[in-house]
């Protein structure tokens, strides 16, 4: 695959959230800040992006030759667990104040459908080293892109007098099902067209 | 109306901000009004097909709205919106389409994307849009009856002006001259009319000067081809808005912004993906077939739906455009229009947010 | 009374999926057709009680130092949760490819992902913090029942509404698909898309509140 099939793969037509399904939590979930948004969106991509290229390694050093290919989840989630751990640590190096003020937990961000989810997919492809690294990028970036519609979207929603049971969660995914309604035009078709068939 | 609690001591709400019975029905139904040239020149281009899907559409849209309303906030009918919300579900939809499509995109619109969100104000996606991006999701190919227009010859396969291009843009690449041209040279089926009304421009005004319109030119500026109930006669649809806009009931900046960077994108960008050049896009022919027009003007500036500022409007209706020219040109549809906007929709609350927190001086303090 | 009503606490009041909206990702993803759905349920119930069994007893056997400062549990104890959970989910995937392969190719990645599902890895943590065997083991089989419970729901409305059709287990003659009488014909696949799948989640979640403020009312009315 180009890279720029890559980038409109993983961002646009095969969405993380809108066209895969993953990372619903995050994105549906409690109203944060925006600030807190954007943390919780740059911090998935970052993860996105080292995990993916980590996965590349495991697979193509490890995993392949030897044939391990049924220690793929525990090889990935362990791999993915370790990062969290990584960046908890140097943030809390850093300054304990910026964990503290950052609103969610590394730890959940880290490790959950979304990113191990990302991980598969792009393992799937067999993808280069450098490759993989952008499509994981370019799934954070859809990702955070997803997330930072349904918040200023969820934003709206709070302020305004919505049926009672529907409000909240319930019309959040509403909300986001029409969301990808939306992203649904950006298809298979659309993709081979932007590539020059 | 708004005891609703916010955070902060200031309540930015989104539009509507007057409620009042009075005004905001009167505008609904000037803007229905205001289409109903186009939807009456679009039954009597295709005939009793097309009069069965508006109604269909139209009363679906009414049916629903009081089936899911009157138990809970009374009657609502009479500010205008369901029945608009039918309407313009009807108009974008091929006049032969089987009728529980236009039913189904009615119901949705007004029941999942309108009233589930608190009805009339409170929508962020354009019910009838979102309607009809569902049945094209839902029923794709189903949906694409074309009926031939009156008047074109008996035997000929209707076809809408871009599908028909599409098919012979994919077939043959890098076929020069302007896309009007091509079409016509296609062997699209132009009427008699327009033969005779181009033959006799060419003959008598344009021979000397050593030039020739291609054929074609008369039926797709009157509204004589096939296409979707409401989006083949350009010049009725923009008379309406050019009322709408004269009467302060529609703001210019989005359908403005919308057309000009479309056909701006289309113009010079429009003719790569073909393989014909720089400055070939075939601008007449993206602006006056496919429902750009009606989409642009009775749809995409819905304040309701649009951003609240002048600057978010400006932004909107050129991204709105850029989205058009990708989906029509890449995408699956021959008629990126309508998904476009719903496309735009999805980033209006954010593009108030960043305005809101951009121009309020309160930066991210305010943004708690 | 206790135990059962602990069982029912994870399959109405607290499903979940439709009331804690959590594990919406397979609940949106999987449920295009019924027979999938009950796969990804079997398959997370089994996870679920397997895992909660093994890190209650790994809890009760090493009480000591469970968890940290904070608000989690230790490094050591998190990251050994994980591995175990994603084995068990690596098994329930190899499984699934060795008997079943069409469910197996239609899951997708979806099997694997049960390792990092929110409600596994919210029970496993209780369960690896120091929570009774015998509790937890109830908790998760009520909250997998609960979590079938809204899968089976939302994927008969899909597949009913989106592709006309209900695909069960084939047994004997029965070929394993029932054609719904009018939508057969003519179906609205938006439903089996993901658009389908958060609309039909949203409105999961909707009724439930629903039916769970009436039922308050209702218990405030007699009290």
Redesign the interface.
């Known amino acids: 695959m180009s890279w720029l099939g890559i980038i409109v793969t993983f961002a646009l037509v095969d969405n993380v959230v809108?066209?895969?399904?993953?990372?619903?939590?995050p994105c549906?979930?409690a109203p944060r800040?925006?600030?807190v948004i954007l943390g919780v969106g740059i911090c998935t991509t970052v993860l996105m992006a080292m995990s993916s290229l980590a996965a590349w390694a495991l697979e193509t050093l490890f995993l392949d030759p030897r044939d391990l290919g049924?220690?793929?989840?525990?090889c990935?989630?362990?791999a993915?667990?370790?990062l969290a751990?990584l960046l908890e640590s140097m943030a809390l190096r850093i300054s304990p104040a910026l964990l503290r003020a950052a609103g969610f937990?590394v730890?959940g961000v880290a490790?959950?459908?979304?990113?191990?989810?990302v991980v598969?997919?792009v393992t799937?492809e067999r993808l280069s080293a450098l490759e993989s690294l952008l499509a994981g990028l370019s799934a954070g970036c859809g990702f955070l892109l997803a997330l930072?519609?349904m918040s200023?979207?969820r934003?709206?929603?709070?302020?305004?007098?919505?049926?009672?049971?529907?409000r909240g969660?319930?019309?959040?995914?509403?909300?986001?099902?029409?969301?990808?309604?939306?992203?649904?035009?950006?298809?298979r078709?659309?993709l081979a067209?932007?590539l020059g068939r | 109306m708004a005891d609703v609690p916010v955070a902060g001591s200031l309540l930015v709400s989104p539009a509507p901000h007057i409620r009042g019975a009075g005004s905001s029905a009167l505008m609904t139904w000037t803007v229905t009004l205001c289409l109903v040239p186009a939807a009456a020149w679009g039954v009597f281009l295709f005939g009793a097909p097309a009069a069965f899907v508006l109604l269909v559409a139209v009363g679906t849209a009414l049916a629903t709205e009081l089936a899911v309303v009157l138990p809970f906030r009374g009657f609502t009918l009479g500010d205008g919106s369901a029945f608009l919300t039918g309407l313009i579900v009807g108009l974008l939809m091929p006049a032969g389409a089987p009728l529980h499509i236009p039913a189904a995109a009615s119901a949705f619109g007004i029941v999942i994307v309108k009233q589930s969100f608190g009805g009339l104000g409170r929508n962020w996606m354009n019910p009838a849009l979102a309607g009809v991006a569902f049945a094209h999701l839902s029923w794709g190919g189903a949906l694409a009856k074309w009926v031939a227009p009156r008047g074109a010859l008996p035997g000929t396969e209707a076809l809408a002006p871009l599908e028909a291009l599409r098919m012979v843009l994919a077939g043959h690449p890098a076929v020069r001259g302007s896309l009007l041209r091509v079409l016509a040279d296609s062997g699209y089926p132009f009427s008699g009319i327009d033969g005779r009304v181009v033959g006799w421009i060419n003959a008598r005004l344009l021979a000397p000067l050593g030039g020739a319109l291609p054929r074609g030119v008369f039926d797709l500026l009157v509204g004589n081809a096939a296409g979707r109930i409401g989006e083949v006669s350009v010049p009725l649809l923009l008379a309406g808005a050019a009322w709408l806009i004269a009467r302060r009931i529609v703001r210019w900046q989005v359908p403005v912004s919308f057309v000009a960077s479309f056909a701006v994108l289309a113009g010079v960008f429009g003719g790569l993906t073909e393989g014909r050049g720089w400055f070939a896009g075939g601008v007449f022919v993206q602006l006056f077939s496919g429902s750009l027009i009606l989409c642009a003007f009775f749809a995409a500036p819905d304040p309701v739906t649009a951003p609240l500022s002048a600057t978010g409007r400006y932004f909107y209706g050129a991204g709105l455009g850029v989205a058009a020219f990708f989906l029509r040109f890449y995408g699956s549809m021959d008629d990126g229009a309508p998904i476009a906007v719903i496309l735009g929709n999805c980033f209006v609350p954010l593009i108030d947010r960043l305005v809101r927190s951009a121009g309020s001086g309160l930066g991210k303090a305010g943004a708690r | 009374m206790k135990h059962a009503e602990g069982f029912s606490k994870g399959l109405f009041r607290e499903n979940p999926v439709a009331a804690l909206l959590l594990g919406l990702c397979p609940a949106a993803a999987v449920t295009g057709r019924v027979i999938d759905a009950l796969w990804m349920s079997a398959g997370f119930l089994a996870v679920l009680l397997l895992s909660s069994l093994c890190l209650s007893l790994l809890g009760a056997l090493s009480p000591a130092a469970a968890r940290d400062g904070g608000a989690g549990l230790s490094r050591g104890r998190w990251i050994g949760s994980l591995v175990i959970t994603a084995c068990l989910a690596s098994c329930f995937d190899l499984l699934l490819r060795a008997f079943a392969p069409g469910a197996s190719a239609r899951l997708g990645i979806y099997a694997p992902l049960v390792a990092v599902n929110c409600i596994v890895l919210g029970r496993v943590e209780l369960a690896a913090g120091g929570l009774s065997i015998g509790r937890s083991l109830r908790d998760a089989a009520g909250t997998g029942a609960g979590f079938a419970g809204a899968l089976l729901l939302v994927s008969v409305v899909r597949e009913a509404l989106g592709a006309g059709t209900i695909t069960l287990f084939p047994i004997g003659t029965f070929g394993g698909s029932l054609a719904v009488p009018l939508l057969a014909a003519s179906p609205a696949r938006a439903f089996v898309y993901a658009t389908g799948g958060l609309l039909c989640l949203g409105y999961l979640a909707g009724a439930s509140r629903l039916l769970s403020s009436e039922r308050r009312r209702g218990e405030s009315d007699r009290a």
């Open positions: 809108l066209a895969r399904l993953l990372g619903l939590c549906a979930g800040t925006f600030r049924f220690l793929r989840i525990p990935f989630v362990l993915l667990a370790l751990l937990s730890r490790v959950n459908c979304a990113t191990l989810g598969l997919l799937l930072t519609l200023a979207i934003e709206r929603l709070d302020a305004e007098r919505v049926p009672r049971s529907l969660l319930p019309l959040s995914l509403v909300s986001a099902g029409l969301v990808a309604l939306a992203f649904s035009a950006f298809d078709v659309f067209n932007l």
